[in-house]
């Protein structure tokens, strides 16, 4: 069955960066991509971008695409993504979850989560 | 981009009960790619509903989903104990995807 199993909680300093993992199985991994999604708390989920697992294209939102970097490793099946310069208006759950395609295909698997908090 | 508005926030029903929730878009959602999603507090999100009305692998029959254009619903006809969860809609025929803010259902 497809599961994406994310690494685990982390605390950061503001001004810090933070990478989070979200491993996948059950499916082909190359055949996907992945888009991350976070909660901040309290508040409706936002897109953050998306990444193909096939030749490693991203894109992002615009408000994050100086400070995010999505890529992945097709060796390990694994799918990373990373926010550099941490505020505290990034303290939130972020969410892997796959797609066949960055536009027309529904998110169909999800991570269980990462909480991410940026406190000083 | 395209903002969801769900109604309403919350909603205190009993088991049994049929529910319908609201996904209203701020411009048309293109051919209707418009999903559903239950979330469970410490679970992964599950998808029930996609391009409005399929719903999505294993998902029971008592979840249906309907609408085109700006105007979308999801009903559930029979409140099952587990059904009570946060469900929100989400637009993705057009970038940047989008996220309604959620329609909590809590056991009255």
């Known amino acids: 069955q497809v599961q994406l199993v994310q690494s685990g909680a982390e605390v950061k300093k503001p001004g810090a960066a933070v990478k989070v993992s979200c491993k996948a199985s059950?499916?082909?991994?190359?055949?996907?991509?992945i888009h991350w999604v976070r909660q901040a708390p309290g508040q409706g989920p936002e897109w953050m971008g998306w990444i193909s697992a096939y030749n490693g294209n991203a894109n992002y939102a615009q408000k994050l695409q100086d400070r995010v970097t999505m890529t992945t490793d097709t060796s390990t099946n694994t799918a990373y993504m990373e926010v550099r310069s941490l505020r505290s208006d990034d303290t939130a759950v972020y969410y892997c979850?796959?797609?066949?395609?960055?536009?027309?295909?529904?998110?169909?698997?999800w991570g269980q989560g990462t909480l991410v908090t940026v406190s000083s | 981009e395209i903002v969801l508005t769900q109604s309403p926030g919350t909603l205190s029903l009993s088991p049994g009960e049929r529910v319908t929730l609201s996904c209203r878009a701020s411009q048309s959602v293109s051919n209707s790619y418009l999903a559903w999603h239950q979330q469970k507090r410490g679970q992964a999100p599950r998808l029930l509903i996609y391009a409005a009305s399929s719903r999505a692998t294993g998902i029971p029959d008592r979840f249906s989903g309907s609408g085109s254009g700006t105007d979308f619903t999801l009903t559930i006809s029979r409140l099952e104990p587990e059904d009570f969860a946060v469900y929100f809609c989400?637009?993705?025929?057009?970038?940047?995807?989008?996220f309604g803010q959620g329609t909590k259902l809590e056991i009255k």
């Open positions: 979850a796959r797609a066949y395609r960055p536009l027309q295909y529904p998110l169909d698997y």
């Open positions: 989400q637009q993705y025929g057009s970038s940047p995807y989008t």
């Open positions: 059950g499916y082909t991994f190359s055949n996907f991509g």
